[in-house]
């Protein structure tokens, strides 16, 4: 039916906290984290730098306590059915998410899913760096083209599960999209349908109706 399937992780196959507010949580820098994300909002500052001033906040942290703060992943109801159910397609399973890959990487492991890409956090013997290389910032759009032609198969002949602002470019990419539990009306504007439901099951089985 589709050559790939991209999907979003925090909010799309993980419930609660997004693997960021975790690691704020732990480390308690909540105030300062959400003063960098409202300037991100505003368009004051771009992925990159946001992210470089967020993981900033980490600089000197243990790398053990934010693995504790974020794993082991909690995983929305239904998300290893319906991977299940998107794996009888033949379609590439893909991870692409805005987030970190501590977090990304066990969640696509729990899940059983070889591909999954994330932004990279770095450490040095145990400790955070405060660096992070992004990989995947507001645009997936560009990364979405990037796999596509490392696989081989046709952009317009995928298909995307999201629910945040950074997913509008990916639906506006690939063939059919689903806004799961979406945060913002703007991504319902440009998604083929929009699931509310907590379980997801549901936007798998709308996606294979399309």
Known sequence: MYDAIFLDVDGTLTKGLSCWQLAHTKFGVQDQARKYYDKAMKGELSFGQWAELDVGLWR?????????????????????????????????????????????????????????????????????????????????????????DRFGFDVHNTAAIGDNFNDIDMFQTVKHSIAFNPKVQSIVKVATKRVDSPNFVDPVNVLLSL
């Open 60 to 148: 000197g942290q243990s790398l053990q306590n934010l693995l504790s703060a974020i794993l082991p992943p909690h995983l929305i109801e239904g998300a290893k059915e319906g991977i299940g159910t998107l794996k009888e397609t033949g379609a590439e399973i893909i991870l692409l998410s805005g987030g970190f890959n501590y977090f990304v990487d066990a969640v696509a492991k729990e899940l059983n899913v070889k591909h999954a890409y994330s932004n990279l956090i770095h450490e040095s013997n145990g400790t955070l760096t405060g660096k992070v290389t992004v990989k995947v910032g507001n645009s997936k759009k560009i990364v979405i083209e990037e796999i596509a």
